[in-house]
């Protein structure tokens, strides 16, 4: 129904954004690549579900998710740093997750933020050292941000969605010196402030549009 950049999406996508149904990595991707598409920043880097899901069952060699983190994907030039994970440990199913969450790193404060879930944190673990100065973060930090709780079990993709959007937003707002909050803060009450249960009765109506509108 729409090629957007390098997304495709199909009749089965507008079938889930219609029912109660879990988020599929295609969505997300395509939420995200919108979104870098719509406030274009070479600081700020959404990463699609599918690298993320890649990083974190690499079995392959340290110097090959280095080569991927560093040489592919750049990150040590990137200011701020969004991955989608979700908890799928079928590697034979691509849809065998029944969670998503987001990990944040902001190079400013050389942390790593996560949005919900343990499994966020055992990302946090898989990519911590090749981040921070000289590609290795030294004191490494973790802490976790403002997550607005779905009331279902369905609808984490689009709180995923919300708070990398409202986080994006964030840090191009300080790039154009039209701050939100305090810097100090990070992005945190900004989440709280724009990012509600809302999400569960909107977001899947504005996805469907804006497929519609392109």
């Known amino acids: 129904v729409l090629k957007y950049l390098h997304v495709t999406l199909r009749e089965s996508e507008l079938d889930i954004l219609k029912g109660p149904r879990y988020l599929n990595d ?11 598409s719509c406030w274009q920043s070479d600081d ?12 974190a069952h690499c079995q392959e060699s340290t110097d090959s998710l280095k080569g991927v983190l560093q040489s592919d994907l750049n990150v040590r030039d990137k200011q701020q740093i969004v991955f989608s994970v ?8 691509t849809d065998g997750d029944t969670h998503w969450s987001l990990i ?13 879930s ?12 090749f981040f ?7 004191g490494k930090i973790l802490k976790r941000g403002p997550t607005p709780q779905q009331s279902n079990h369905y609808d984490c993709g ?3 969605i919300a708070i990398a959007r409202v986080i994006y937003q964030w840090y191009m707002g300080l790039s154009t010196s039209t701050c939100y909050y305090d810097n100090d803060d990070l992005w945190f009450s900004y989440v709280e402030d724009n990012v509600s249960d809302s999400v569960e009765f909107s977001m899947r109506t504005e996805i469907l549009n804006l497929i519609q509108e392109l």
Do not use: Q
């Open 104 to 116: 944040v790193y902001y190079k400013k404060t050389n942390m790593f933020v996560h949005h919900d």
């Open 26 to 36: 295609n969505i997300i991707d395509f939420c995200f690549t919108y979104l870098s």
């Open 86 to 93: 979700n908890d799928n440990g079928d590697l034979s199913r």
């Open 44 to 55: 700020i880097l959404l990463i699609s579900p599918s690298i993320s899901f890649w990083i």
């Open 118 to 129: 343990e499994y966020a944190i055992k990302f946090y673990h898989k990519i911590k050292g």
């Open 158 to 160: 689009l709180y995923v």
């Open 132 to 138: 921070g100065s000289g590609g290795f973060l030294m």
